[in-house]
T-cell receptor, first 112, second 108 residues
Framework: EAGVAQSPRYKIIEKRQSVAFWCNPI?????LYWYQQILGQGPKLLIQ????????DSQLPKDRFSAERLKGVDSTLKIQPAKLEDSAVYLC??????????FGPGTRLTVL | GIQVEQSPPDLILQEGANSTLRCNFS?????LQWFHQNPWGQLINLFY???GTKQNGRLSATTVATERYSLLYISSSQTTDSGVYFC??????????FGKGTRLSVIA
């Protein structure tokens, strides 16, 4: 069974530029999450989807971050414009019918 | 929301030594997972263990849900065990909440 896929693995941009991350969850998993992990900290939730609907986006900085999961499968997370403090690893996770979550390899973003 | 505390924050071991990592959580949960984060940032699932005891090779974990803690045991540690170990919990359909992690360094 294929795991959670993410791309790109690494991205370096300058502040005020835009960036987008892509996630393909495990096949059949209805729930998808995006987490942000700042260096030295544990991952923190940005947004949770159930199929193509948003369940929780209370921690998403909506002035610059957006996310979508139009067909209930793949998801895209966008940052526009990026700030220095957005430098982090962005992790995508999915969950099926059990409570166990599975994580992708992450995208390491550096904002200069 | 649920609070997760991990201890110790840092641990240095000689290769071959055993260790115990602890995770305390503030409320009842229906999911508890242990992860190992590798140097490239990927979270590797170690255990899905909302209650009871599981073993996988040199690693084992125990969760006592009624007392709101979990323990991860590493026996005969190897340098490849180095990295950050995270405990994460959730209840109902909520997302995982992570602790701050334990950074383990195993020295040859």
């Amino acid at each position: 069974e294929a795991g959670v896929a993410q791309s790109p693995r690494y991205k370096i941009i300058e502040k005020r530029q835009s960036v987008a991350f892509w996630c393909n969850p495990i096949s059949g998993h209805a729930t998808l999450y995006w987490y942000q992990q700042i260096l030295g900290q544990g991952p923190k939730l940005l947004i949770q989807f159930q199929n193509n609907g948003v369940v929780d986006d209370s921690q998403l900085p909506k002035d610059r971050f957006s996310a979508e999961r139009l067909k209930g499968v793949d998801s895209t997370l966008k940052i526009q414009p990026a700030k220095l403090e957005d430098s982090a690893v962005y992790l995508c996770s999915s969950k099926g019918t059990s409570a166990e979550q599975f994580f992708g390899p992450g995208t390491r973003l550096t904002v200069l | 929301g649920i609070q997760v505390e991990q201890s110790p924050p840092d641990l240095i071991l000689q290769e071959g030594a055993n260790s115990t990592l602890r995770c305390n959580f503030s409320d009842s949960v229906n999911n508890l997972q242990w992860f190992h984060q590798n140097p490239w940032g990927q979270l590797i699932n170690l255990f899905y263990i909302p209650s009871g005891t599981k073993q996988n090779g040199r690693l084992s974990a125990t969760t006592v849900a009624t007392e709101r803690y979990s323990l991860l045991y590493i026996s005969s540690s190897q340098t490849t065990d180095s990295g950050v170990y995270f405990c994460a919990v959730s209840s109902g359909n909520t997302p995982l909440v992570f602790g701050k992690g334990t950074r383990l360094s195993v020295i040859a």
